[in-house]
């Protein structure tokens, strides 16, 4: 697990109305989908604890929540300050999962997006 101070931000800044013109949605989507693998990984995680978890299982729930709702309407503020709260709790459990190599290899080899590799990577 990474051990180290800077490893989380020390304030974060969240404004979901910059993001509907500045973040295409598949760059916006792919993010979620990104924290949604940060969350699987910490509750699957052989270093989990408690306080992890939580922060894990609750960005989850989040995320599954609101990223349909932002690919169905991407002016949804509400959906998009979900997700990015969800992101934000995806980060507290960071552990060793797949290792973003592999994903890389993966991404490479089979000429799918990273994003797709990450999806298919994910913890049973």
């Not at 404004?15 to 940060?38: K, N, Q, W, Y």
């Not at 052989?46 to 978890?53: F, K, S």
């Not at 995320?63 to 709790?89: E, F, Y």
Request: include cysteine.
């Amino acid at each position: 697990m990474l051990r180290h101070e800077l490893v989380m931000p020390r304030a974060v800044i969240l404004d979901p109305a910059i993001t509907v013109h500045t973040a295409p949605e598949r760059l916006f989507l792919s993010t979620g989908i990104r924290a949604v693998d940060h969350c699987v990984e910490g509750i699957c995680s052989l270093e989990a604890h408690p306080y992890a978890d939580a922060q894990a299982l609750k960005g989850l729930l989040m995320l599954a929540q609101a990223l349909p709702r932002v690919k169905a309407n991407p002016s949804d503020l509400d959906a998009r300050m979900d997700c990015q709260i969800g992101t934000w709790l995806s980060m507290a459990p960071l552990s060793a999962g797949v290792p973003d190599g592999r994903r890389a290899m993966a991404s490479a080899m089979c000429s799918a997006p990273c994003s797709t590799c990450r999806m298919v990577t994910l913890p049973a």
